[in-house]
């Protein structure tokens, strides 16, 4: 092992100090460190050299290691037809992510998983930059152990599928990646539980395991979205952004929007923009133009129509006529406050 070699090795958390020639003692701790760690390595990913994943972060528990490339590729990964004798998921962060599988060129979308199973041929192809995801890999036997906790379901074949990420489990990723840097006391039983988590999630995501969400979790995601909305409303904001706030598909989020409160994202979001607007315009607060702005209205036009379609009158006619307010102030609801019941 050359000393360029070492020091990639030892990267992740074992440092020595510069100010001084280290002892014998913290030689040999520092040497068994590196080998315990390249040899853990090993079992996930394969025959790999720490001159190979010199340019990535490892986060490692007892059956699993998250992998992240920084400043470059895992050599070991973009080589030709290469195996792994882990389960191998590979998070994508920017789209960027490919591979050659069976012949084919796989990608992942942003947030997207895709799996490959132990023993199959693949290689990622490298880009531009430097490539952006986290490498989850699990040992095989601690996997299939934990998939007993699923009957009747049948592990796929894993070759290049891909998968929406859930917000859980990103948040599971992070967690695993920040307890093994942090080396805090209790490290080990807390990188063991997102461990056993993670796979969990996985395993769920993989096999089509639904959770039956309860109405108030449910309840809690949307008015999430609903405060995401309440505090953003100078900005145009899309049903996507909506749903991604609440941790929701798009359509799942729709959904349940309409159950919840009603009526469908869209309308809320214009009566929630409209009640602002009026209520900036009773304050006297900025012209006409800077009230459609600060309510969220991409013009002046768009505004006034929907100003007039919803209270009768204009808005400068509201904000000049005291008739026309108080005749127009009876139906201004808070909108949160529908569907939050205990």
Known sequence: MTDQDSVAVARPGV???????????????????????LQAVRRLVGDITPRQYRHVDVSLARHLGVFTPISGPCEYAISPAHTHPAYSFVLSFDGTTRMRLDGHVVSARPGELSG???????????????????????????LLA?????????????????????PELCRTVKDLMIECEARLP????????????LTHQILRLVLGVTTATGRVAMRMDINRAVEFLHSH??????????ARAAGLSVSHFSREFRRELGMGP???????????ARRLL??????????????????????????????????SAFRHVPAKRAE???????????GRGT
């Open 233 to 242: 409303l100078a900005q145009p904001l899309a049903v996507t952004e909506l």
């Open 266 to 276: 869209k309308q809320y979001a214009l009566k929630a923009r409209l009640a602002h």
């Open 282 to 315: 009773l304050g006297g607060e900025g012209n006409i133009g800077e009230v459609a702005q600060a309510s969220g209205f991409a013009s002046l036009a768009h505004f006034s129509t929907a100003f007039r379609a919803a209270f009768g009158t204009s808005p």
């Open 15 to 37: 440092h020595v100090g510069l100010d001084r020639l280290p002892s014998l003692e913290e030689v040999h701790r520092l040497a068994a460190a590196m080998d315990s760690q």
């Open 186 to 197: 209790g490290r080990e039983a807390l990188l063991e539980a997102h461990a056993l988590k």
């Open 146 to 166: 934990q998939r007993r906790a699923y009957p009747g379901t049948g592990m796929p074949d894993l070759r290049g599928q891909t998968w929406p990420a859930s």
């Open 328 to 338: 127009i102030l009876k139906p201004a609801p808070d909108f949160r406050k529908r």
């Open 116 to 142: 490959v199973g132990p023993g199959i041929p693949h290689q990622e192809l490298p880009g531009a930059g430097p490539p952006r995801y986290a490498a989850i890999m699990i040992a095989p036997r601690f």
